[in-house]
């Protein structure tokens, strides 16, 4: 069981450009979410589904997009990425939304 | 809207000692969980111990403890026969079956002595 995978696992992206971050679980789990973390810093929830096909937002989603066309996939995109994104990226996922989280190992993206 | 609070940013500890990881949340439920989780210099965060607000009694997982204070809205966490390889970052997190989402603190990082 691979629990939840990540990609890519890093990248360097121009400013400008559009990038979809993958998520994949295989816990059949109703809930997912993605989250950012700038460098010593905590986590900030960005968006978030309950299951799948409804989103929300979380506390900085603007700059971001997110679908849940089923219940394994949670991709999250960058439309037209800037330096203020520079972080690392965890998907995470959860049976219910009040149950524990199962984190991904995180993608490090740097926006030049 | 709940809160979650960490007010210690950075705690060290000396190999083998005990230390204590303070953590205050604000809610106005009743029914809630609250975990701890942690994450090393590898950035895999994992789940460290789990408490359900109606239950009185303190979880435990082996070295892991919690002093759960309802009353308080305090749920520290306590490391035991601390090793090198807990050091890390540690998280305090907050839930309830009405939020849609866990609230999580802004993390204490814990340096481990040798």
């Known amino acids: 069981i691979a629990g939840i995978t990540q990609a890519p696992t890093s990248q360097i992206l121009a400013a400008g450009r559009r990038m979809t971050l993958r998520c994949t679980q295989d816990m059949r789990h109703n809930a997912m979410y993605w989250y950012r973390q700038d460098l010593g810093l905590g986590l900030r929830l960005i968006h978030y589904s309950n299951t799948a096909g409804t989103t929300g937002k979380g506390e900085v989603p603007d700059g971001y997009s997110v679908s849940r066309a089923n219940t394994d996939d949670f991709p999250l995109t960058l439309a037209s990425a800037v330096p203020s994104q520079t972080s690392v990226y965890f998907c995470?996922?959860?049976?219910?939304?009040?149950?524990?989280?199962?984190f991904g190992p995180g993608t490090r993206l740097l926006v030049l | 809207a709940q809160t979650v609070t960490q007010s210690q940013p950075e705690m060290s500890v000396q190999e083998a000692e005990t230390v204590t990881l303070s953590c205050t949340y604000d809610t106005s439920e009743s029914d809630y969980y609250l975990f701890w989780y942690k994450q090393p210099p590898s950035r895999q965060m994992i789940l460290v111990i789990r408490q359900e607000a109606y239950k009185q009694q303190n979880a435990t997982e082996n070295r892991f403890s919690v002093n759960f204070q309802k009353a308080a809205k305090s749920f520290s966490l306590k490391i035991s026969d601390s090793q090198l390889g807990d050091a890390a970052m540690y998280f305090c997190?907050?839930?309830?079956?009405?939020?849609?989402?866990?609230?999580f603190g802004d993390g204490t990082t814990l340096t481990v002595k040798p």
């Open positions: 997190a907050y839930s309830n079956t009405n939020a849609g989402k866990s609230t």
């Open positions: 995470a996922s959860s049976a219910y939304p009040w149950e524990t989280q199962y």
